[in-house]
């Protein structure tokens, strides 16, 4: 049995590069380079040469005409849970880019279900070492959108997550609701001076380099994701 995640995206990609990008494996290239998908069956596969690459099973996602749907799967076994952890996990799916992205932005048309608890639907910004950039939205958590920037732990630290964590409200839609179930355009406009979070056209979020790691010459993979906690 599946929870259908509802998760229907829409991409636009503006790239502003300050160092050359890899807009597919082996070929690089410099300057802006606009890109708008809706995620065609031309444009995903599972391991195919496409512009969206699934590392998840071919049930685990739908292309439709209102964009790529995310599936969550239920644990098989009966779960148990001791001090805050499960013992079973479900299996999400997972989408990646075939390019990497030094700077630009990006903005995601995108809903999540309500309501199921314990599973996270997260778009994110991932480098070759590790240090992340995303927004997360938590069915459990239906009125409100996470920001987040997570950095590996240096010798002998805890790795520093939620240290560069926000939480912010969903805006409220057309139709009156204020919940993440309502399709919102979620941005990250990302350079060497700053990062900036935006939903729906409005900014909510500045992070300078006074509280942020030094990764200015980072080049980042951007991955959207469903997956359970």
């Known amino acids: 049995m599946f929870f259908k995640s509802a998760l229907y995206l829409t991409l636009l990609v503006s790239f502003?590069?300050?160092?050359?990008?890899?807009?597919?494996?082996?070929?690089?290239?410099?300057?802006?380079?606009?890109?708008?998908?809706?995620?065609s069956n031309s444009e995903v596969s599972?391991?195919?040469?496409?512009?969206?690459?699934?590392?998840?099973?071919?049930?685990?996602?739908?292309?439709?005409?209102?964009?790529?749907?995310?599936?969550?799967?239920?644990?098989?076994?009966?779960?148990?849970?001791?001090?805050?952890?499960?013992?079973?996990?479900?299996?999400?799916?997972?989408?990646?880019?075939?390019?990497?992205?030094?700077?630009?932005k990006v903005t995601f048309d995108l809903s999540a279900p309500v309501g199921a608890g314990g599973a996270v639907v997260a778009?994110?910004?991932?480098?070759?070492?590790?240090?992340?950039?995303?927004?997360?939205?938590?069915?459990?958590?239906?009125?409100?959108?996470?920001?987040?920037?997570?950095?590996?732990?240096?010798?002998?630290?805890?790795?520093?997550?939620?240290?560069?964590?926000?939480?912010?409200?969903?805006?409220r839609s057309r139709s009156g609701q204020q919940t993440i179930g309502e399709r919102h355009a979620y941005s990250i406009d990302w350079n060497p001076r700053r990062i900036i979070w935006s939903v729906d056209g409005r900014a909510v979020r500045t992070l300078t380099p006074r509280t942020l790691f030094n990764a200015s010459n980072t080049a980042l993979i951007r991955k959207l994701a469903i997956r359970h906690l």
């Not at 630290?157 to 939480?167: F, N, Q, R, T």
């Open 16 to 39: 502003a590069c300050a160092h050359p990008n890899q807009l597919r494996p082996r070929q690089a290239t410099q300057g802006c380079r606009p890109l708008h998908t809706t995620f």
């Open 46 to 104: 599972n391991g195919g040469n496409t512009l969206i690459t699934m590392i998840s099973p071919a049930d685990s996602y739908s292309t439709t005409a209102n964009g790529l749907e995310l599936y969550l799967k239920r644990p098989a076994k009966k779960v148990t849970t001791h001090n805050g952890v499960n013992d079973q996990l479900g299996s999400g799916a997972t989408a990646n880019s075939s390019f990497l992205l030094s700077y630009g």
């Open 123 to 171: 778009a994110i910004f991932i480098s070759n070492d590790h240090h992340e950039i995303d927004i997360e939205l938590l069915p459990g958590d239906p009125k409100q959108w996470q920001t987040n920037v997570f950095a590996p732990p240096t010798a002998n630290a805890p790795p520093a997550y939620g240290k560069l964590s926000s939480v912010e409200d969903i805006p």
